[in-house]
């Protein structure tokens, strides 16, 4: 299988005109959305969840549960490239920032209480993700 190429970073002029307000402030401010808003906190679709500046592939939705947080949480990214760690110590704690390791786009963080295998959940906001459903199979 070949390996997908590196997917091009949009300059800041083409990402206000391209993403709405919240998703901007959430991807390249580290914004966060409200809880129980997004687009995704309560989907089951089967697909590939994808960086909405960049498109890089970053959850298979098979890893995606219900955490009861009101965010999209996944218990592990789609390989060890996917997404980036780095220490966040806003708000006077020290949580574990997750993003986009293609883009930089700020996507949530990540927590040591997911499920088993990992332990890990991956909790992040909608409005930085794009899900690319699975194609339906007809039988036609």
Not at 33 to 48: I, L, V
């Amino acid at each position: 299988m070949a390996e997908e190429t590196a997917h091009p970073v949009p300059s800041e002029d083409e990402l206000r005109e391209r993403l709405t307000p919240e998703q901007y402030h959430v991807t390249q401010e580290a914004g966060t959305e409200r809880a129980f808003t997004g687009e995704y906190w309560d989907t089951h679709d089967a697909g590939t969840y994808r960086c909405i500046v960049c498109d890089a592939p970053l959850f298979d939705a098979n890893t995606k549960f219900d955490s009861g947080t009101g965010w999209p949480s996944f218990s592990e990214p789609m390989d060890g490239e996917a997404v980036a760690e780095h220490t966040d110590r806003s708000f006077g704690m020290a949580r574990t920032e997750v993003t986009c390791r293609n883009c930089g786009a700020h996507l949530g963080h990540v927590f040591p209480d997911g499920p088993r295998p990992t332990g890990q959940r991956y909790c992040m906001n909608s409005c930085s993700l794009r899900l690319d459903r699975d194609a339906v199979d007809t039988g036609g």
